[in-house]
């Protein structure tokens, strides 16, 4: 199974930017969903994730107050909605489906990946 993520581009500080993954695990509704990043010459690091059941949300220290993880059932999306942006949100970003919420949260485990999507951010 291959996650799909889209809504990447450049953006100037302060402007925003929406993130979308599609994906078609099953059952949907079993799995947790996430969002991580990738800064250049670095590990993947945790953004934000939600439960199978919609709440609670977890995010990270960085973007609390700015970014807003969602997900769409019927669609079988997660949305990332990023506010104010900063130059240091430029990164690679990737989606992710986990069974285990902890996990995923925690130790950046997930069952299926998707293949990240570009967002930079200009000062």
């Known amino acids: 199974v291959q996650l799909q993520a889209s809504g990447g581009g450049s953006v100037q500080a302060g402007g925003s930017l929406r993130l979308s993954c599609v994906a078609p695990?099953?059952?949907?509704?079993?799995?947790?969903l996430g969002w991580f990043r990738q800064f250049p010459g670095k590990g993947r690091e945790f953004v934000a994730a939600?439960?199978?059941?919609?709440?609670?949300?977890e995010y990270a220290d960085s973007v609390k107050g700015r970014f807003t993880v969602s997900r769409d059932n019927a669609k079988k999306m997660v949305l990332l909605q990023m506010d104010n942006l900063k130059p240091e949100d430029t990164a690679i970003y990737y989606c992710?489906?986990?069974?285990?919420?902890?996990?995923?949260?925690?130790?950046?485990?997930?069952?299926?990946w998707g293949q990240g999507t570009l967002v930079t951010v200009s000062s």
């Open positions: 695990v099953r059952p949907f509704n079993n799995y947790n």
């Open positions: 939600i439960r199978w059941s919609g709440d609670p949300t």
């Open positions: 992710a489906a986990a069974e285990n919420f902890l996990r995923l949260v925690r130790g950046g485990e997930a069952d299926y």
